[in-house]
């Protein structure tokens, strides 16, 4: 006849336990960590323990876990109890959660082999039912495995699709909205309503709320406003109605192509300013200018009358721009000093200098400057797919 081969019970440090006076102390040792007795629950559930107990001939004590009720308020001691061991829980320990994770880790391997997905298996929906307890559960991070969802406004909390990429509805009007929650979507299928572009119906002239940026004194993140200077078929030009920042266009060079400026508008700004969603309806552009491509750029101009400065805007009145209480506080600005208006760059360099770039003079008249200075305004410009 075959020896019959004990299986000891793996605690949560990683520690296997033999027998009964190893997990007596085990839980005794570590009574301050909750863990251990949801291992011991998880294993009062599933039958192991008194597996366990019954093949070292611990009979006393596997049928005392017999009078232990899970929905008992006392549980959790009355199954310490049962064994031997002294339990004061330090925080209630959720025997349904822990059913509920068994269950969900369960489903999760029939379908994936994917351990990190598996090891979430007590934070994942694959219904609607599912999705209600984690919520009451107080969980901040779920993962949702199914075809749709229908999601709660709770603040600071990420929902995350998996094996798939579920349709997810929220009853918040936009993308703003949701982020002004601190609510995180991430590989989910976004609600229609999320979808539709706000420069659709503009015109040349309006202004429209598109992407976020730092705008008050206290540095408050809030929509970035942008005036509309053309419409071409499918696509439209924008710029931001104010100075969003003040950034040294170069430390030496007025070169489009490597400027500092550069890569901060299509690096740093363009991923703070715009979410994944916002990014897909901004156009990549040609500036055949300078021979770049990029998402987000300055306008071309010279005091001569050419570029886009000169083109979109009809007068220097028009071309007058004034910075958000951000950039005033930030470079403990004035607004009196020049009747609220202040230099904004261009990406247009002087051809008689190496250092000097074109910008827009705060009365509105196209100048030059160094590149080193630091205190001219950046409206950043961009297309938009209509």
């Not at 909750?34 to 001939?57: M, P, T």
């Amino acid at each position: 006849m075959a020896r019959k081969i004990k299986f000891a019970l793996e605690m949560a440090d990683g520690t296997f336990v033999s027998n009964l006076e190893d997990l007596q102390k085990h839980i005794k040792n570590n009574i301050k960590n909750n863990d251990d007795v949801k291992k011991l629950v998880e294993y009062f559930l599933d039958g192991r323990l008194e597996k366990w107990l019954l093949d070292r001939y611990y009979e006393e004590e596997a049928k005392a876990l017999q009078t232990v009720d899970k929905d008992d308020p006392d549980f959790t001691c009355k199954l310490c109890k049962a064994i031997g061991a002294d339990y004061t829980p330090s925080e209630s320990v959720n025997v349904a959660l822990i059913e509920y994770e068994k269950r969900m880790r369960k489903a999760l391997e029939e379908v994936t082999l994917d351990s990190e997905l598996i090891a979430n298996a007590g934070f994942t929906a694959s219904n609607q039912s599912d999705l209600v307890f984690l919520i009451k559960s107080g969980k901040q991070t779920i993962y949702l495995w199914g075809d749709s969802f229908k999601l709660f406004v709770v603040k600071n909390i990420s929902y995350i699709g998996i094996l798939g990429k579920p349709s997810v509805d929220i009853g918040l009007p936009d993308l703003e909205a949701v982020e002004s929650y601190g609510i995180k979507l991430e590989n989910v299928k976004l609600p229609e309503k999320f979808n539709s572009n706000p420069f659709k119906n503009a015109k040349v002239g309006d202004v429209v709320k598109f992407g976020n940026y730092p705008q008050t004194a206290n540095g408050d993140i809030q929509p970035i406003e942008w005036q509309v200077l053309s419409k071409e078929n499918n696509k439209m030009l924008v710029i931001s109605k104010y100075g969003l920042d003040t950034k040294r266009f170069d430390s030496s060079s007025n070169n489009w192509a490597n400027s500092e400026i550069r890569k901060w508008l299509n690096g740093e700004f363009y991923n703070k300013a715009f979410n994944d969603q916002e990014k897909k309806s901004i156009k990549s552009s040609n500036l055949s200018d300078v021979g770049t491509t990029d998402n987000v750029f300055l306008l071309s101009g010279d005091w001569q009358g050419n570029g886009e400065v000169n083109d979109y805007f009809a007068n220097n009145e028009s071309r007058r721009c004034k910075a958000t209480e951000y950039v005033l506080k930030k470079n403990n600005w004035a607004e009196s000093e020049t009747d609220g208006y202040f230099w904004w760059w261009l990406r247009s360099p002087n051809p008689n200098y190496s250092n000097r770039v074109c910008d827009v003079f705060y009365g509105g008249s196209i100048s030059h400057r160094d590149v080193s200075l630091d205190n001219s305004l950046v409206r950043p410009a961009l297309w938009v797919n209509l």
